[in-house]
């Protein structure tokens, strides 16, 4: 369910503000009133999405000369959407660190719908290359906001995105963020190579890294990315969540996602699509996925 687009930023990377424009959003009333709708349609899980989500709020710009306004925040927002009846769950798709704050952490902790399942852009370990991207935050507010996601809700699964071989990006810069990435508690790595865009500042920055050097740390990233997705996975063996399954009969198998965003298989039934169970997690799978057997315990009511 999109509920913003545009973005305000000028990160120097990025082209999304010339493609996009500022950023906008829909009312607090008509993202309810279509999650009313969705739920009507028998669908049990949102996803909320925008291009940048946490800024949720701000109405267009109608007037020349005129303020742009802001009429609710991300934080109203969900708890709006927390109340409408038939969801039984929304997940959060991506949102900046500077916007995910302490109490967006504390409400979905709380929450009955929300998922234990954040997306955060990092970009960059270092904070050096964080200034010449013009992100708006550092490395240190980061790893705060994982923190307390993680002493809230010890069971989330935390994703990253992060770029590799920005202009000026040396070894060490590289290495900070390797190494950072490698300390904090996060799940999984999304790995974008830096390429470069026309009509932004990056284009113009001196100290271009050569792109056989973007590819190697791209691939030192992935692997590290695949480390700790399958750490995640092995410390959830053996716990009880919810699943969603999907419709999809893949050689036999059908697959659903828990609340912590884990991948989980079981023997294809068409009575199981779109339906909600309690599942055991009991073992890890080569390609990526956990098997689980049915726990018994009954998945709380709408």
Known sequence: LKVQDGCDYSCTFCTIPLARGGSRSDTLENVVRNAEKIAEQGVREIVLTGVNLGDAGYGPVLQKNEKKKRHY????????????????????????PNLLTDEIISFVASSKKFAPHFHIPLQSGSNR????????YLRDLYASRVELIKKLMPHCCIGADVI??????SESDFRETFDFLHQIDISYLHVFTYSERENTEAVM?????????RKKRNKQLRILSEKKLRSFYEKNIGKEFSVLFEA???????HGFTENYLRIRHPYQLEL?????AVRVTGFEEDGTLDSVFSGINVPAL
């Open 164 to 169: 590799v071989g920005f202009p000026g990006e």
């Open 129 to 136: 290359i964080l200034k010449l991207m013009k992100r708006r």
């Open 205 to 213: 920055m001196h100290e271009a890294v050569p792109v056989s050097e």
């Open 73 to 96: 925040t991300f934080l109203e927002l969900i708890q709006a959407l927390e109340k409408v009846e038939g969801i039984y769950r929304y997940r959060i798709s991506s949102i900046e």
């Open 248 to 254: 999809e009969n893949k050689n036999g198998f059908l």
């Open 273 to 277: 699509v779109n339906s909600i169970q």
